[in-house]
Nanobody, 117 residues
């Protein structure tokens, strides 16, 4: 069974930084696209950043230039570096893995990020 364990969330002031980590198990990590989604209170879950098995990245327009997704295949871990955080970045951040479009997305349990002064 796929397990995705997020860590690194917390409370940060506007303009601050956080780094989220997600350790994956029970998958061939290097062959999976990995991603981060978030859900703000009262809003739908949205994709924040995706990194393909080959290292190509895509970002939501709202985080371009502020967030960076990366992966370490040797550690089966994906990261989300979040800089210049804004109040609207507040939400639960979920790690995802996906083998291909023919397979369902696997979800972690989520980690809370709160940006507030």
């Amino acid at each position: 069974q796929v397990q995705l364990a997020e860590s690194g969330g917390g409370l940060v002031q506007p303009g601050g930084s956080l780094r989220l980590s997600c350790a994956a198990s029970a998958i061939i990590f290097s062959t999976n696209a990995m991603g981060w989604y978030r859900q703000a209170p009262g809003k739908q879950r949205e994709a924040v950043a995706i990194i393909s098995s080959g290292g190509s990245t895509t970002y939501a327009d709202s985080v371009k230039g502020r967030f960076t997704i990366s992966r370490d295949n040797a550690k089966n871990t994906v990261y989300l570096q979040m800089d210049s955080l804004k109040a609207e970045d507040t939400g639960v951040y979920y790690c995802t893995s996906r083998r291909s479009s023919f397979f369902p997305i696997n979800w972690g349990q989520g980690t809370q990020v709160t940006v507030s002064s």
